[in-house]
């Protein structure tokens, strides 16, 4: 009991830290559909507890504001009426010093809860624990974004400057063979995973290879260099509609100056693009394109399979990745020959790595009962799978059967892509 309380009282007040620089005004806009104020994610965090929790499992509790179930919902259709996910930036009251006196009122609440012996109540507050840091994720993203449509590209965080990336100390990208016949995945252990990532099944796989590390700026410039945004015979149909229509031309937050050098915005402003990082903000078609690009030079380059994904993952850790552990100026790290070796780098954090697989159910998947089982199963429409977390992914809240999903025109998120091929 005093694990997960200690998790829940971190996790907590680092949901809070995060937020800290950010004005009312910085917490209440809204950038576009896709991302939610500042204000909102932490109110809907508490929501959450105050839902599944607080309302249904502890004795006499009294909701904080009976009108806070409308403006927080977010996708629930079983818990009734809710604000349109588009105008979440309308809500200018409650104001932000209002959403943390709730998130605290709720914190004192969930103290007793949080010495229950009910493993049904436990498996829940795990869950909301989780929830929250998919929030904290969330949140980083969508401040990035907002930060982003300010002509003056303002931090978020400080930070000190970097010295300009030495291409020489770029990792060559190689290949490692991956199993082939059948195979495991899905989760299938003692601790937390959502319903998505299980049942654990067998599948097969084909000969094939990974790359041994995600697919760099530098690597992805050269596909911009060569006309990559300008050639259909690389891209998928809609894929090459989004990038007519929307005028693509680099990644989101590239930005080109007056003598074709780019720089890129981060949580800490605008900065030179380091070259060695893995690139970052790229939506599914441009991962695919970029993948029928670079089969040029590495004939049957294709993106992985989620199980060829996650079969050369399974008995690696996150332990040293680059995960989110305080409020600072999360971005993807500078690959290094000096962190090289012969196996496979930057599996976990860093960047979400597209997948070629639709986000669909496991053989034998049911969603739980009630509400929460609203919140993967509805989902597996339309959506592909991305793997291994990101900078802005929470310690200890990734694993290899984690089962992320957007959509392909997506890359406000922290995606990028490592390659596969056919042997």
């Known amino acids: 009991m005093a694990v997960i309380a200690e998790r829940y009282r971190a996790t907590r007040a680092l949901t809070v830290q995060l937020c800290a620089p950010l004005s009312d005004a910085d917490a209440t806009v809204q950038s576009m559909e896709d991302a939610s104020p500042a204000k909102w994610h932490l109110a809907h965090t508490s929501w959450f507890f105050e839902t599944f929790l607080l309302r249904d499992h502890l004795t006499d509790y009294a909701l904080y504001d009976a ?18 996910r588009a105008r ?19 914190d004192t609440a969930m103290q007793q809860l949080l010495e229950s012996q009910d493993d049904a ?28 449509q300010n002509p003056l590209y303002p931090a978020v965080y400080a930070s000190k400057p970097q010295m300009a990336a030495d291409k020489s100390n770029r990792p060559p990208l190689h290949w490692i063979e991956g199993v082939n016949g059948i195979v ?55 894929g090459w509609a989004w990038v007519q229509s929307e005028k693509i031309t680099a990644p989101l937050y590239w ?30 078609y441009e991962a695919d394109a970029f993948a029928s690009w670079a089969s040029k030079k590495w004939p049957g380059a294709r993106l992985p399979t989620e199980a060829e994904w996650e079969s050369a993952a399974q008995n690696l850790t996150d332990q040293h990745g680059n995960l989110l552990d305080a409020a600072k100026p999360v971005h993807p790290a500078s690959a290094s020959a000096a962190n090289g070796g012969t196996g496979f780098q930057q599996m976990f954090g860093d960047v979400w790595e597209w997948t070629g697989s639709a986000f669909r159910p496991y ?31 929470p310690k200890g809240h990734i694993r290899a059967s984690y089962r992320n999903f957007f959509y392909p025109h997506q890359r406000w998120q922290f995606t990028g892509v490592r390659l596969a091929r056919d042997l």
């Not at 929250?132 to 949140?139: A, I, K, N, P, T």
């Not at 380091?274 to 599914?284: C, E, G, K, Q, R």
């Open 67 to 84: 009108q806070y179930p409308f403006l927080f919902n977010s996708y629930y259709e079983a818990e009734g009426a809710r604000h349109s």
């Open 88 to 106: 979440r930036g309308m809500i200018t009251r409650p104001t932000l010093d209002d959403i943390l006196a709730y998130r605290a009122y709720v």
């Open 121 to 148: 109540v436990l498996d829940l507050i795990a869950l909301g624990i989780h929830h929250e840091q998919q929030h904290q994720e969330l949140l980083l993203t969508d401040i990035k974004h907002l930060f982003a």
């Open 184 to 238: 495991e995945i899905g989760y299938d252990g003692d601790g937390f995973s959502f319903d998505c990532e299980g049942p654990r099944h067998q599948t097969i796989l084909t000969p094939h290879a990974l790359a041994n590390r995600p697919v760099s700026n530098g690597e992805y410039y050269e596909f911009i260099a060569d006309g990559g945004y300008q050639n259909p015979q690389y891209w998928l149909s809609d």
């Open 255 to 284: 930005e080109c100056d007056d003598q074709g050098a780019y720089k890129a915005f981060r949580l800490d402003g605008l900065h030179p693009l380091d070259s060695n990082a893995p690139v970052t903000h790229i939506s599914l």
């Open 363 to 393: 053989p034998g998947f049911r969603a739980s009962d009630g509400a929460v089982g609203e919140y993967n199963g509805k989902f597996m429409s339309g959506q592909f799978v991305l793997k291994g977390g990101s900078c802005a992914t």
